[in-house]
T-cell receptor, first 110, second 115 residues
Framework: GENVEQHPSTLSVQEGDSAVIKCTYS??????FPWYKQELGKRPQLIID?????GEKKDQRIAVTLNKTAKHFSLHITETQPEDSAVYFC?????????FGAGTRLTVKP | EAGVAQSPRYKIIEKRQSVAFWCNPI?????LYWYQQILGQGPKLLIQ????????DSQLPKDRFSAERLKGVDSTLKIQPAKLEDSAVYLC?????????????FGPGTRLTVL
């Protein structure tokens, strides 16, 4: 089955800096790659996603890039703010099979 | 719109006891998922329903876990008997349909502690 690896497991940045989280996947048939943000004690919420026919997608301060050949995708957050502090999960999906990475705990220091 | 509802929010039981969780998906969502999220890990899919049929239960420990979605709406997940390693947050999610690029909406989860 699909295996998703996520790095780093923790990331600490200063407010205003950029943050990058990287994921790799194993199944070349995966075609949908969402990113979820989970604040402490709350439910995961989708923040951005990308389909396999697109290389990059941007939404205000967040962007996701996908390299299908290398089977990796990344989340980029620019101009980080304290409210960006949370655990971020990447996922890779084909049809009904979605597998999540282990998560990255991002801390943005004011 | 109303989100995915789950109950209870917290449950503490002793090992070998039984427990059941309930989920009500977003109205009109045909697909329902149950995930297990162990502390410090990503959600792990246990079972996926499309209406009232099972699409994928390959990661469900069927010797102790069971789930049903009899009328294609609400769902229950049961553990019998519970083990210490079942301590986790159980998340329910729903999407309009399965496959492709359908966003999954998560409920608040049920935090289970097995003593």
């Amino acid at each position: 089955g699909e295996n998703v690896e996520q790095h780093p497991s923790t990331l600490s940045v200063q407010e205003g800096d950029s943050a990058v989280i990287k994921c790799t996947y194993s199944d070349s048939a995966s075609n949908y790659f969402p990113w979820y943000k989970q604040e402490l004690g709350k439910r995961p919420q989708l923040i951005i996603d990308i389909r396999s026919n697109v290389g990059e997608k941007k939404d205000q301060r967040i962007a996701v890039t996908l390299n299908k050949t290398a089977k990796h995708f990344s989340l980029h957050i620019t101009e980080t703010q304290p409210e960006d502090s949370a655990v971020y999960f990447c996922a890779a999906s084909k049809m009904h099979d979605m597998r999540f990475g282990a998560g990255t705990r991002l801390t943005v220091k004011p | 719109e109303a989100g995915v509802a789950q109950s209870p929010r917290y449950k503490i039981i002793e090992k070998r006891q039984s427990v059941a969780f309930w989920c009500n998906p977003i109205s009109g969502h045909a697909t329902l998922y149950w995930y297990q999220q162990i502390l410090g890990q990503g959600p792990k899919l246990l079972i996926q329903f499309q209406n009232n049929g099972v699409v994928d239960d390959s990661q469900l420990p069927k010797d102790r876990f069971s789930a049903e979605r009899l009328k294609g709406v609400d769902s229950t997940l049961k553990i019998q008997p519970a083990k210490l390693e079942d301590s986790a947050v159980y998340l329910c999610a729903s999407s309009l349909t399965s496959g492709g690029y359908n966003e999954q909406f998560f409920g608040p989860g049920t935090r289970l502690t097995v003593l």
